[in-house]
């Protein structure tokens, strides 16, 4: 789990230009090619729906409302 949280971190702060050793160490834990299209996945769909929910304003569920975050 450590690597598959490393390599989602590397792939989000450097927008995709991932090092071959960031690979290498995610193929060592195991994981394969299949995975890392998994992370694209899942990192494209927050990413569409927090541009779609800034955009339209959309309310935050009452349940997530004390996790809310504000720009200061």
């Known amino acids: 789990l450590e690597a598959l949280r490393t390599l989602t971190l ?3 702060r450097t927008r995709g230009n ?3 050793e960031d690979l290498k160490e ?3 834990a ?3 090619e299949q995975q890392v ?3 694209i996945l899942g990192v494209s769909q927050k ?3 927090n541009y779609t929910n800034h ?3 959309t ?3 009452i349940a997530f409302k004390e996790f809310t975050w504000e720009k200061k």
């Open 55 to 57: 955009i339209a304003n």
């Open 26 to 28: 995610f193929y060592t």
């Open 37 to 39: 299209l998994e992370i």
């Open 10 to 12: 590397a792939i989000v």
């Open 59 to 61: 309310p935050v569920d």
């Open 47 to 49: 990413l569409i729906t």
């Open 30 to 32: 195991g994981y394969k």
């Open 18 to 20: 991932v090092s071959p």
